[in-house]
C-alpha cells in the first residue's frame, strides 16, 4: 500500500524559504506522477507542480515559476518542494500526492495516493 508523508511546513515571514518533503513507501514508483498542492483557507485544492518520478520531467504552475522547485531523490523515495521568496498567498495546507501514469499531472482527480498534508503559513 502506497503512503505518502508529507514534512516540513511552519511559520515563515515573506520573503523566507521553506522545503518541504514527501516520503514515500510501498512500492517502487516507476511509471508514478508526483505532486504537489495546496489548499488555502475558503479556496480549492490547487495545483502547484508536478514530476515525472522515472524521467524527473517538471511542470509548475504559473504563481509559482521561478520561486518553486520540485525535485526527487529515487535513492530516498522522497520528492520535494524548494519554496524560495514566499509570498502571504502562499499560505495553505501543501498535499503531495502520487498516481501511476504519466498524462495529466496537472488534474487532481488523476492522483489515487494523497498524503495528510503539512501547513505552510506565510507572514506579512
Known amino acids: 500500500q502506497v503512503q505518502l508523508v508529507e514534512s516540513g511546513g511552519g511559520l515563515v515571514q515573506a520573503g523566507g524559504s521553506l522545503r518541504l518533503s514527501c516520503a514515500a513507501s510501498?512500492?517502487?514508483?516507476?511509471?508514478?506522477?508526483m505532486g504537489w498542492f495546496r489548499q488555502a483557507p475558503g479556496k480549492e485544492r490547487e495545483f502547484v507542480a508536478s514530476i515525472n518520478w522515472s524521467a524527473g520531467s517538471t511542470y509548475d504552475t504559473d504563481s509559482v515559476k521561478g520561486r518553486f522547485t520540485i525535485s526527487r531523490d529515487k535513492a530516498k523515495n522522497t520528492m520535494y518542494l524548494q519554496m524560495n521568496n514566499l509570498k502571504p498567498e502562499d499560505t495553505a495546507v501543501y498535499s503531495c500526492a502520487a498516481f501511476l501514469g504519466t498524462v495529466g499531472g496537472r488534474r487532481e482527480a488523476s492522483y489515487r495516493y494523497w498524503g495528510q498534508g503539512t501547513q505552510v503559513t506565510v507572514s506579512s
Open positions: 510501498g512500492r517502487a514508483f516507476t511509471g508514478y506522477t
